[in-house]
């Protein structure tokens, strides 16, 4: 595809696309016949060319997409991209073949040279943690489309797609004040993670538009387990003025703080509110099921297969940060403080 593309005078993504007769492209019959021309003369012959009606076509040739994610073992996020990724992908007639890193210096080199060797026409880089990256220099060399997923650089020289995740954690906050509560405590993530951050920032957003005055005691410092949430929650309640809701930065905190409610035989939702976030399975199955927010993954696997032809090389053009939407999921485990006659109040009003 290299040798085509210096031959045909374009790029090696745009000789991707036409040979894999890649549906949705808007390239003109004159970029796809010279395309074709230049793998004519140069010995081309793994699909069979056909003329019809005057113009080339090709036959149906599969592409091959490279994803490559630091960690896959650590939760189901990536997972869950990669499913985006691979629904898009099989949509187009593009086969995606994944590895798996932990940002290894000397192995994830040795990776993207397996997976460029085996003839990819684009790749996507995933992070687990949502983070500004620092790409290494072969990354800028690479002649294929290349997309970023829940990371970004300080350069912006490859498209990238993150959760707004201080739209989410302030969603999250305000469905909570509309419920009637103002002493609303969270209990955070790892505090040098930036969703961490971000949902923090969110929440304390929340707050100041309600004119609600923020404590620092409202503010649990946890680690995104069950056992951070459990223990969290412990604090809370020991405090002269537990909160009426509370405001758990992941799932798994959620699960360890409906355990330390159950302990002091305190009621979800009645005697007090609960919301989490990134809508894992076991949500659903919780008593009473959780409200939480939308970790949007799959959604952002499918945005990056739909932006590689936006992520074309030469790498000097500067791409916007594209942020999903975190939506709510709202369940029962939210209601106004005092109960349901105060909850009936909230839904009529």
């Not at 949430?229 to 002269?240: A, D, F, H, N, V």
């Not at 919301?275 to 993954?297: A, F, K, M, Q, W």
């Not at 590689?308 to 916007?320: G, I, K, M, Q, S």
């Not at 709510?328 to 485990?333: E, F, N, Y």
Request: net charge negative.
């Amino acid at each position: 595809m290299t040798d085509i593309a210096k031959a045909a005078g374009c790029s090696q993504a745009t000789v991707s696309l036409v040979l894999n007769n890649t549906a949705g492209t808007r390239l003109s019959q004159q970029t796809r016949d010279r395309v074709i021309e230049a793998a004519r003369e140069l010995g081309y012959v793994a699909p069979t060319f056909s003329v019809s009606s005057g113009s080339a076509s090709l036959s149906k040739l599969d592409g091959v997409i490279g994803f490559v994610v630091d960690q896959l073992g650590t939760s189901p996020e990536a997972v869950v991209a990669i499913e985006g990724a691979r629904q898009a992908s099989w949509n187009a007639g593009n086969v995606l073949l994944v590895a798996q890193t932990l940002g290894d210096p000397a192995m994830e080199p040795r990776a993207i040279k397996a997976l460029t060797d085996s003839g990819i026409s684009a790749l996507i880089y995933m992070t687990i943690f949502t983070r500004e990256v620092e790409m290494p220099a072969y990354y800028y060399g690479l002649d294929i489309p290349i997309v970023l997923l829940n990371c970004y650089t300080s350069d912006y020289a490859f498209p990238a797609v993150v959760p707004s995740e201080i739209a989410g954690g302030q969603t999250a906050t305000k469905h909570l004040i509309a419920h009637g509560h103002h002493r609303i405590a969270t209990i955070t993530g790892e505090p040098w993670m930036q969703a961490a951050q971000d949902r923090l920032t969110g929440y304390r957003r929340a707050l100041a538009t309600a004119d609600i005055p923020f404590d620092p005691d409202l503010v649990i410092e946890g680690g995104w387990s069950a056992s951070a949430g459990y223990s969290g929650t412990m604090r809370l309640l020991s405090l002269p003025e537990p909160p009426t809701a509370i405001f758990c930065q992941n799932d798994r905190t959620a699960v360890g703080c409906y355990e330390a409610l159950k302990e002091k035989r305190l009621r979800i939702p009645e005697d007090i509110s609960v919301i989490g976030y990134d809508d894992e399975d076991i949500c659903r199955h919780l008593i009473p099921p959780l409200t939480t927010s939308v970790l949007p993954h799959m959604a952002m696997g499918e945005w990056a297969i739909e932006h590689l032809d936006t992520a074309v090389p030469p790498r000097e053009r500067r791409h916007e940060i594209t942020k999903l939407e975190c939506s709510l999921v709202k369940r029962s485990s939210v209601s106004s403080p005092g109960g349901s006659k105060a909850d009936l109040k909230v839904q009529t009003a």
